[in-house]
């Protein structure tokens, strides 16, 4: 099981940036998957997540301006993001609970950084 996020850098306030987290060695459609962020001196975030029954779900600091969506076939998660913000500032983690496992498994992260 493998999860690696990508598509993080730098951009102005008001910019767009998509995460994309490519999920390897399970049923990605059996899962739910998340999006989380850390910043430095903060609890880690719940951002978005989808459900198994495909149930979006955001933090409402980011509602209106960020989009979750998946790709079952190629077995990857998406994150757009616009209006981006200062304190979207942040490594975001891409995360799979799958059907029958015991705990989430997580990415590497990806540094998003918005000046």
């Known amino acids: 099981v493998q999860l690696v996020e990508s598509g993080g850098g730098s951009v102005q306030a008001g910019g767009s940036l998509r995460l994309s987290c490519a999920a390897s060695?399970?049923?990605?459609?059996?899962?739910?998957m998340n999006w989380d962020r850390r910043t430095p001196g903060k609890e880690r975030e719940l951002v978005s997540a989808?459900?198994?029954?495909?149930?979006?779900t955001y933090v409402d600091s980011v509602k209106g301006r960020f989009t979750i969506s998946q790709d079952n076939a190629l077995k990857t998660l998406y994150l757009q993001m616009n209006s981006l913000k200062t304190e979207d500032t942040a490594v975001y983690y891409c995360?799979?609970?799958?059907?029958?496992?015991?705990?989430?498994?997580w990415g590497q992260g990806t540094q998003v950084t918005v000046s």
């Open positions: 995360g799979a609970f799958c059907t029958g496992w015991k705990s989430w498994k």
């Open positions: 989808i459900s198994i029954d495909g149930t979006r």
């Open positions: 060695g399970y049923i990605f459609s059996s899962c739910r």
